[in-house]
Antibody
Framework: QVQLQESGPGLVKPSETLSLTCTVS????????WNWIRQPPGKGLEWIGY???????SYNPSLKSRVIISVDTSKNQFSLKLSSVTAADTAVYYC?????????????WGKGTTVTVSS | DIQMTQSPSSLSAAVGDRVTITCRAS??????LNWYQQKPGKAPKLLIY???SLQSGVPSRFGGSGSGADFTLTISTLQPEDFATYYC??????????FGQGTRLEIK
């Protein structure tokens, strides 16, 4: 079955760019929407954005000016870049697959990776 | 943005109890409503999609209902493994997708 695995640095300095990659295994990246969601310590879930396998994207307006999500179909991977990070960006970051026909829901999630923003 | 409000924020219940969690949207979202379960240190797990459809592999004691702006998640007979935090999520709007604040279900 499809599995997702997040990877990337666990510590990022303030004002720098957070970069994470999600690797899709056991299935194709094609024909789905691929999402990033984060969860600050002790808090709820926040949707960051998604990318379709074709490359079209949608971002949370609250983060849009700092976010870029990209896809590499040849590697079955998609990535997140979040620029100008602050302590408020400290969170567990999840990648998730979104099914879109006919209803939209996230049926497969990665285990999550903790990112701490600190000098 | 569509705001999702869950109630209660926390709940104590005993094994065998019937539990209901409510989610209200700030505007109508038809049945574009999903429910997730999250245990400490783990990723969310999809339970219910499209307001009332049970995800494959999820026990039948979980049920969802509602449409428009008001939704409920019901656990008919609580099991020890059901103690967790539950989130509703709306996918009616492409952006942003929003979640409720979560309902923490604790053992009485």
């Amino acid at each position: 079955q499809v599995q997702l695995q997040e990877s990337g640095p666990g510590l990022v300095k303030p004002s720098e760019t957070l970069s994470l990659t999600c690797t899709v295994s056991g299935g194709s990246i094609n024909n789905y929407y691929w999402n990033w969601i984060r969860q600050p310590p002790g808090k709820g879930l926040e949707w960051i954005g998604y990318i379709y396998y074709s490359g079209s994207t949608s971002y949370n307006p609250s983060l849009k000016s700092r976010v870029i999500i990209s896809v590499d179909t040849s590697k079955n991977q998609f990535s997140l870049k979040l620029s100008s990070v602050t302590a408020a960006d400290t969170a567990v970051y999840y990648c998730a697959r979104k099914v879109v026909s006919p209803y939209y829901f996230m049926d497969v999630w990665g285990k999550g990776t903790t990112v701490t923003v600190s000098s | 943005d569509i705001q999702m409000t869950q109630s209660p924020s926390s709940l104590s219940a005993a094994v065998g109890d019937r539990v209901t969690i409510t989610c209200r949207a700030s505007q109508g979202i038809r049945t574009y409503l999903n429910w997730y379960q999250q245990k400490p240190g783990k990723a969310p797990k999809l339970l219910i999609y499209a307001a009332s459809s049970l995800q494959s592999g999820v026990p039948s004691r979980f049920g969802g209902s509602g449409s428009g702006a008001d939704f409920t998640l019901t656990i008919s007979t609580l099991q020890p493994e059901d103690f967790a935090t539950y989130y509703c999520q709306q996918t009616y709007t492409i952006s942003p997708i929003t979640f409720g604040q979560g309902t923490r279900l604790e053992i009485k």
